[in-house]
Structure formats: C-alpha cells, structure tokens
C-alpha cells in the first residue's frame, strides 16, 4: 500500500516537474534529453524531491522550490558535460566466469568504489556486507570498515593508470567469500552515464554461495538451469546500477554530495586512461 502511493507521487511530482514554467527547470531538462533516456531523466527528477525534503525547513516560496529542482539537475548536467569516453570492465563471478558476467562501462572521474558499487548492483547483490578490491599487492575497503587498508572512495578510476587487460579482484561478503574477477577492457565512447553492455546470467544469492554453486554445477550435469538464475536484460541492469549507485555509495559510508562536488571542482583531466 505504501510503496503504491509513494509511486503515484512520485509519478505526480514528476508531471508537475515537466509542466514546470520555471525557465530555469525548462532549460536543464532540455539539456538533459539530448543525452539521456526518459527513463533515466525519471529518476533523475525523483531524486531532485529528496534535495527538496532535506532543504524544506529552508525553502519558503514556489520559486525557492523551483530553484532548488533547477540547481539539482544542473548538477547532472555537469555531469554528463563529462560523459566521453568511459571505462569498461568485464565483470564475472570467479568459477562461473562465462555462466554469470557483465561488460559495462563506467565514468572516470567514479571513485574505485565507484566500480564496486556497480559490481554489487549489476549482480543482483543487496550491498549490505563489507567487500575489498585487490590489485596488484593493495586492498582498497570501504568507508566503513574499520582497516589499515586504503579506502576505495579515496582513489578515483581516473588516476588509477589502468591498462587495457589489467586485472583485479573483489571480495564481497566476507563470511560467503563471493570473488568477482575483474579486467579493464578500456576506453569506450559512450552517450550513457553507466551503461551495461552485455551479460549472462541473474547474479548472485545473498547469503548461499553454496546453492548459487550448486545450483550451475547441476546444469552442467543436465540439469535445466531455472530461469530465475538465467535471467538477464542489458538495459534493466543498467537502470539498476545507474539507480542504486549513490544509495550504495550513501550505505558504505561515503558522504557523497561533498566528495562528489569536491572531485568536479578540482578540474582534473576527466579523460580516463592517460596512459
């Protein structure tokens, strides 16, 4: 019943959003349909109503709350002024790694948690246990785990000298031990934020790597692999990644307006690779 009433406000807010006489709103959504989907600038208006409810005690007029929208999707037109040429990774599930991968590519200027966030999202994971990406020698762990090892939110795709089919791995759920092999496949031009390509396979079983295991060991004896572990849609995946990103990025502790604003003001050459 909530979650029926919560989406027919949302689907309100955002007619009145796109009927909005604000010149302001009118022009940013203009520049968000040359590059964006519809789906896409849906969510983008949904998230504009919570910088609305975390500013209501400080907006007083229609026209503060129309500026407020504006300002909020301005900020995602900055954004995608730096979608050019993204990184792709191959992801894939370790022992599995032609039965459950994704191939997507990411913008540069993400955080390498960026590309965890991705991982557990595209894999159908819940991210809410702590995980680590190794390369080379060094872990890197999120915010909120208590650690020596280098956080992953203070280390950003772009700085990283990534080489077309370096390797990395990531651990997520310590207690599980779920791997995931990662490879950097290079730069891509892309018109998407996020954009997952191609893949196999529904992801992972929260809590029961046993039965996920067992589950394609059975398949490869003959047995039907049921489809609620086959199933894949490219374009679904995306919008999931592309919709839980900053959720995630919220729930492991980054506080990400800040970073966020602070990494688009340092004018670092958001170019991936320079290698």
């Known amino acids: 019943m909530i979650k029926k009433k919560l989406e027919k406000f949302l689907e309100e807010y955002r007619k009145e959003v796109y009927a909005s006489k604000s010149s302001e709103i009118q022009e940013e959504i203009q520049i968000l349909q040359k590059r964006w989907s519809k789906d896409e600038i849906d969510l983008l208006i ?157 992801g992972i079983i929260e809590d029961n790597k046993e039965k996920l295991y067992q589950v394609y060991e059975n398949a490869k004896r003959g047995k039907k692999l049921p489809k609620k572990y086959s199933a894949f849609d490219a374009e679904e995946n995306t919008m999931d990644v592309f919709s839980r990103l900053y959720d995630l990025a919220e729930y492991y502790g980054e506080n990400v307006d800040d970073e966020f604003e602070e990494w688009l003001e340092e004018d670092l050459p958001f170019k991936g690779n320079q290698a």
């Open 46 to 202: 949904d998230s504009t109503c919570k910088d609305l409810i975390e500013n209501l005690e400080q907006i007083e007029t229609e026209r503060e709350a129309e500026l407020t929208i504006a300002e909020s999707l301005a900020m995602f037109n900055e954004t995608a002024q730096l979608i050019g040429n993204n990184l792709k990774f191959r992801i894939s599930v370790d022992g599995l790694d032609d039965q459950i991968y994704r191939i997507i590519s990411l913008p540069s200027f993400l955080p390498l948690s960026g590309l965890a966030y991705a991982i557990i999202a595209s894999m159908n994971a819940e991210g809410d246990h702590l995980y680590n990406i190794k390369i080379g020698s060094t872990y890197y762990v999120s915010d909120i785990e208590d650690s020596d090892y280098d956080k992953a939110s203070q280390v950003h795709l772009v700085e990283m000298n990534l080489k077309t089919g370096m390797k990395m791995k990531m651990i997520y759920d310590y207690g599980e031990n779920y791997v995931f092999n990662i490879e950097y496949l290079g730069e891509v031009e892309s018109n998407k934020l996020i954009d997952v390509y191609e893949g196999k396979g529904n």
